[in-house]
């Protein structure tokens, strides 16, 4: 297995272009099984998880082609031929988004048959909302031998759902399988991230019909029919979030290009308030802490705008080095914390009681090996390596290729030393 060298010490100057999301590509290209046309998604980042929704599309019977122009990655997606409405475990179990193929899959061709995901690294992660809202829209489900089987022969109608808790993934389902259901659906505390909104946009563009985009309250008048359109996929708010973090743990600075301050507002607040200057350009993004030490502040996980999980681990990197004490409180998932005892065997103290994180920033960290646990857990391995004292050796390097687009290679752009090591090379 592939690992990563780090030797610490050297602050980062230059510039990263950001990558498409990797959370908006995922939904957006399930959206080729709503229509028979051609789906074509520009700006779409070269990651794991995108060849693993590739490989479930393929397997359902989508075309799936991909277009490299210049930087720019293209995926062109044809779902006219569906042989296949099975999401096969050994997918979904490398990759829970699998599990938004279900709501396009009942609504354009009645039936399917989806693994159930399971837990992760992270928490349990149950898909009770998902399955409570197809219900609602008239799909019959049963759950047996570890698959979801859900069936509308006759089309699904509209209905009103209530999300019990907001759900990114829910969400996204039920609203792509609004988009052909027969008449309303109203998804009253909706999750509202910029990837919802982007793939509201991109159904939007193919004749969907839907109100309220940017609130927790989406209105969708279903449709008979979606045509094909072509999408461009929304910037990596975590990518970026993550380099300004690393920008921030080294004192060094970085132009993040094509972000805005609209996507990251809440991890930018807490930046400033942490003593990193955050300054908008006609590019994107600048960020710098060129002078003095980071101050330690309290953050809490909350569904957008607030502060994102998927970027508390990199902040508790961050907080590990600034002077004082922070408060990390993790509110999404029951079990976040995976990075705290590696961060930990580097030199960080940092106390965790049930859902909250203290943490009493110290001087210095110092290189170890360390082990990732998953995509986030192993960024936030990877900001403590850059400014540790020596070598880190990160080991199970394959949870970060899910979600950071050439990694090294960015970051050494910008002067620090990183190095992927292959599997010989690594022995
Ligand atoms: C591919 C993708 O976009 N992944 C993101 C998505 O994950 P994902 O869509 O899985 O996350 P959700 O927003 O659904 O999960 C939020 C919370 O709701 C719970 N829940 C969810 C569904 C459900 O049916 N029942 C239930 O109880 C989850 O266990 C979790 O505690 O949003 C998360 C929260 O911003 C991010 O960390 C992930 O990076
Ligand atoms: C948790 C994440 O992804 P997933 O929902 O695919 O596990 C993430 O992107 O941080």
């Known amino acids: 297995m592939d690992r990563i060298r780090i030797r610490g010490g050297r602050p980062l100057k230059g510039e990263i272009k950001?990558?498409?999301?990797?959370?908006?590509?995922?939904?957006?290209?399930?959206?080729?099984?709503?229509?028979?046309?051609?789906?074509?998604?520009?700006?779409?980042?070269?990651?794991?998880?995108?060849?693993?929704?590739?490989?479930?599309?393929?397997?359902?019977?989508?075309?799936?082609?991909?277009?490299?122009?210049?930087?720019?990655?293209?995926?062109?997606?044809?779902?006219q031929n569906i042989t296949d409405t099975t999401a096969p475990y050994d997918l979904v179990r490398k990759m829970r988004a699998s599990v938004l193929v279900l709501g396009p899959l009942v609504a354009r061709h009645g039936e399917a048959k989806v693994s159930l995901p399971g837990g992760c690294a992270i928490g349990t992660r149950p898909v009770d909302l998902h399955i409570k809202g197809l219900q609602q829209m008239g799909a019959e489900i049963e759950l047996a031998e570890g698959y979801i089987?859900?069936?509308?022969?006759?089309?699904?109608?509209?209905?009103?759902?209530?999300?019990?808790?907001?759900?990114?993934?829910?969400?996204?389902?039920?609203?792509?399988?609004?988009?052909?259901?027969?008449?309303?659906?109203?998804?009253?505390?909706?999750?509202?991230?910029?990837?919802?909104?982007d793939l509201a946009h991109c159904l939007i563009s193919m004749g969907a019909k839907i109100e309220g985009v940017g609130t927790n309250?989406?209105?969708?008048?279903?449709?008979?029919?979606?045509?094909?359109?072509?999408?461009?996929?929304?910037?990596?708010?975590?990518?970026?979030?993550?380099?300004?973090?690393?920008?921030?743990?080294?004192?060094?600075?970085?132009?993040?290009?094509?972000?805005?301050?609209?996507?990251?507002?809440?991890?930018?607040?807490?930046?400033?308030?942490?003593?990193?200057?955050?300054?908008?350009?006609?590019?994107?993004?600048k960020i710098a802490r060129a002078n003095g030490a980071l101050t330690g502040v309290d953050v809490m996980t909350e569904p957008y705008p607030g502060f994102p999980t998927d970027l508390q681990a990199q902040m508790m990197a961050l907080m590990a080095t600034a002077e004082g004490a922070s408060m990390i409180t993790e509110t999404i998932f029951e079990n976040r914390f995976m990075h705290v005892p590696e961060l930990t065997?580097?030199?960080?103290?940092?106390?965790?009681?049930g859902a909250s994180a203290m943490v009493r920033g110290v001087k210095r960290l110092t290189g170890a090996p360390v082990m990732a646990t998953d995509l986030r857990a192993s960024v936030s391995l990877v900001l403590a390596g850059l400014v540790a004292e020596g070598d880190t050796i990160l080991n199970r390097v394959y949870h970060l290729d899910r979600g950071y687009e050439k990694l090294t290679q960015k970051l050494a752009a910008c002067g620090a030393e990183i190095e992927r090591l292959t599997e010989a090379a690594a022995e």
Not at 235 to 242: H, K, L, Q
């Open 217 to 285: 309250h989406l209105k969708i008048q279903g449709v008979e029919r979606l045509h094909g359109t072509t999408h461009r996929v929304v910037a990596d708010r975590i990518e970026a979030g993550t380099y300004a973090m690393a920008a921030a743990i080294t004192g060094g600075e970085l132009e993040l290009l094509g972000i805005g301050h609209d996507l990251i507002g809440s991890a930018l607040a807490s930046l400033s308030q942490a003593g990193v200057t955050c300054t908008e350009t006609e590019r994107g993004l």
């Open 149 to 197: 089987r859900a069936y509308a022969p006759k089309g699904l109608h509209g209905a009103e759902i209530n999300f019990a808790k907001i759900s990114v993934g829910a969400t996204e389902n039920l609203l792509m399988a609004a988009t052909l259901a027969k008449g309303e659906t109203q998804l009253i505390n909706a999750a509202r991230e910029p990837e919802i909104n």
């Open 18 to 79: 950001i990558s498409g999301a990797k959370n908006a590509a995922l939904p957006l290209m399930t959206t080729c099984l709503l229509t028979d046309e051609q789906v074509r998604l520009d700006n779409v980042p070269d990651l794991a998880d995108i060849n693993t929704m590739t490989h479930l599309l393929v397997q359902h019977g989508v075309e799936v082609m991909t277009r490299l122009a210049g930087r720019d990655r293209s995926i062109l997606l044809n779902g």
């Open 345 to 353: 065997r580097m030199g960080a103290n940092i106390n965790v009681h």
